[in-house]
């Protein structure tokens, strides 16, 4: 089964530190993945977007990694500042059918605090 | 800047009534989407369209309908709204999403409450 699972389900962090948000994805066959940035009551906003060939992307402070073999996608935000307090969603194209599709994880809600 | 406006962003309305959700963007892209968003649950997908007049059902399409006549406008329709129906849904759209660089664009939701 098709499956992403994200870790961890919700992160609270001081401002000016680092983190790390956890991806881990079963669908196959993988084409690409996808870093979303969702602020409260808006849609998701496009971070990264990875292909299997790539294992690494920077997009400023926001540095996506990905680990095709281990099925394992990262991402590093540095330096965090209160407008990074958002939910962060992995999303994994599958490419087996004529169409494709995406999947989406439940996301990460990340709370920066001054 | 690819934009996709969704036209309704709260919606109050009563049970049994007819709902319409209209959704346009502005790129020229083939595909569009149709996703509702429940706490815990993450986006899940009601409807997609990769052309004019075509439609393919996503994971819960049950009690919605779609309607995309024009390339741009791709249009969710409640035909009798439920209190389950209590949702936040999102529209989106992109060129082929098989390709690498296309990206997904969303709009902005439209918060609906069934009272």
């Known amino acids: 089964k098709n499956q992403v699972e994200q870790s961890p389900q919700s992160l609270i962090i001081l401002e000016g530190k680092n983190c790390t948000l956890q991806c881990n994805y079963t669908v196959s066959p993988f084409s690409n993945l996808r870093w979303y940035k969702q602020d409260t009551g808006r849609g998701p906003v496009s971070l990264t977007i990875?292909?299997?060939?790539?294992n690494t992307k920077s997009n400023g402070r926001y540095t996506a990694t990905l680990d095709a073999d281990t099925k394992q996608s990262s991402l590093h935000i540095t330096a965090s500042q209160l407008s990074d307090s958002a939910s962060y969603i992995c999303?994994?194209?599958?490419?087996?059918?004529?169409?494709?599709?995406?999947?989406f994880g439940r996301g990460t809600q990340l709370t920066v605090w001054p | 800047d690819v934009k996709v406006t969704q036209s309704s962003r709260y919606l109050v309305k009563r049970t049994g009534e007819k709902v319409f959700l209209e959704c346009v963007q502005d790129?020229?892209?083939?595909?569009m989407f149709w996703y509702r968003q429940d706490p815990g649950l993450g986006l899940r997908l009601i409807y997609f369209s990769y052309d004019v007049k075509m439609k393919e059902k996503g994971d819960i399409p049950e009690g919605y309908s779609v309607s995309r006549e024009k390339k741009e406008r791709f249009s969710l329709i409640l035909e009798s709204a439920s209190t389950n129906q209590t949702s936040m849904y999102l529209c989106?759209?992109?060129?082929?999403?098989?390709?690498?660089?296309?990206?997904?664009?969303f709009g902005e939701g439209s918060w609906l409450t069934v009272v």
């Open positions: 990875m292909t299997f060939s790539e």
């Open positions: 790129m020229d892209h083939e595909n």
């Open positions: 989106a759209s992109s060129l082929i999403t098989g390709l690498t660089g296309n990206t997904i664009y």
């Open positions: 999303v994994v194209f599958d490419r087996g059918s004529t169409l494709g599709r995406l999947y």
